[in-house]
């Protein structure tokens, strides 16, 4: 968990992998150090970047406002800082197999 995430003064960072155009939109899980996140949204006009801010926020149970993207507006790769959650807590969504759990068990 520790190379997905980082623990600063303002939240967390997470490091995200996007893939647009997806069939469905939700965090898909843990993996190669990221989380994986689709979103059905095209990559055009900041459309993807509104519908991860929006799946993030939703998934983790913060407000939109909470989430921000520091790192990667043009890419699939996204440095997120996530304000008001802290380490701990993030990984609370994420099962033993890197799979994400929407009700944070």
């Not at 997120?80 to 959650?85: E, S, Y």
């Amino acid at each position: 968990m520790e190379e997905v995430l980082r623990e600063t003064a303002a939240g967390v960072l997470i490091k995200v992998q996007v893939l647009p155009r997806s069939s469905y939109s939700g965090i898909v899980g843990l993996q190669n150090g990221v989380v994986k996140i689709k979103l059905s949204a095209p990559p055009l006009e900041g459309r993807a970047n509104e519908e991860c801010v929006q799946i993030i926020a939703k998934s983790l149970r913060v407000s939109k406002g909470d989430v921000e993207i520091v790192a990667g507006h043009k890419g699939r790769s996204k440095t997120i800082l996530l304000h008001g959650i802290d380490g701990r807590m993030f990984a609370g969504f994420f099962k033993s197999d890197g799979k994400f759990e929407a009700d944070g068990k």
